[in-house]
């Protein structure tokens, strides 16, 4: 192609008249061996590509492994024969992605793990504790609130309800004859919950037994009533009984 003239266009000249041209040769900027810059800020790339008669383009990526403000990799690649003031496209690290945490609260296991996993977190420890207010089989708590900005990546551990505490109690008694027991031979006990459901029994319980200890665990309830049917016999052979029921309070096992 044509460089330049010696007679600048628009001008009038006699019809004949040589110009004179210059016809480019085609080699034009000199080609250059684009550096490695990879790995390096993003100020000393750009410094030793301009360094080099190479232009830059820069662009950001989050990464989990290389440092914010690195480059991360290049485009030309190095090595590769560019002309003088070619653009070389660094890509620079921005460092780790950050996440919002959601709100996990009340959700199920299952459906806390895909959120996390959705959102780019890990998820750490299930552990589980009991609550009042949230169902079993639904998060109670989380190790990282709800809203919070943290790394992609970063651990979440979950608390799981196992619902309600069940509160157990129990029952210790030492069970006397009566004081006029001159005809007494024996008892049959029970122990009965606050619902009239028999909890336990001892039957045919003679008079060499009293005092008569009592021990029941595990009651659901808090009171009940401990029933004693006292079983006598006068001289002539005679049976009669009596029934004693005593209303009971429970002791907190736990």
């Not at 990879?38 to 950001?60: F, H, K």
């Not at 589980?128 to 089989?137: A, H, K, N, V």
């Not at 009293?210 to 029933?227: A, C, Q, R, Y």
Request: charged share 20%; aromatic share 4%.
């Amino acid at each position: 192609q044509v460089i330049s003239q010696d007679i600048a266009q628009g001008e009038m000249v006699d019809e004949g008249t040589m110009v004179r041209v210059v016809v480019s040769s085609g080699k034009g900027a000199s080609e250059i061996s684009v550096p490695n810059v990879s790995g390096y800020t993003d100020t000393a790339a750009i410094g030793m590509l301009q360094d080099a008669g190479l232009d830059y383009n820069r662009e950001y990526e989050s990464s989990e492994k290389v440092p914010e403000g690195t480059v991360i990799r290049q485009s030309p690649e190095s090595g590769t024969m560019a002309l003088e003031g070619t653009k070389v496209t660094i890509v620079v690290s921005q460092g780790k992605q950050s996440v919002t945490v959601p709100d996990l609260k009340d959700n199920t296991e299952s459906e806390a793990k895909q959120a996390l996993e959705k959102a780019g977190l890990q998820v750490g420890t299930v552990s589980t504790d009991y609550s009042d207010t949230i169902e079993e089989g639904r998060v109670i708590d989380q190790s990282e609130v709800a809203g919070k900005t943290v790394y992609s990546g970063t651990t979440v551990n979950l608390v799981v309800s196992l619902g309600p505490k069940e509160v157990l109690y129990m029952f210790r008694a030492n069970v006397k004859l009566p004081p006029d027991n001159d005809t007494v031979v024996s008892a049959n006990i029970k122990l009965l919950d606050a619902d009239g459901n028999v909890l336990d029994s001892w039957d045919n319980v003679s008079t060499a037994s009293f005092p008569f200890s009592i021990e029941v665990m595990n009651i659901k309830s808090d009171s009940g009533t401990l029933i004693i049917e006292w079983v006598m016999e006068d001289e002539e052979g005679n049976v009669t009984t009596s029934t004693q029921n005593a209303p009971q309070t429970f002791q907190n096992q736990n």
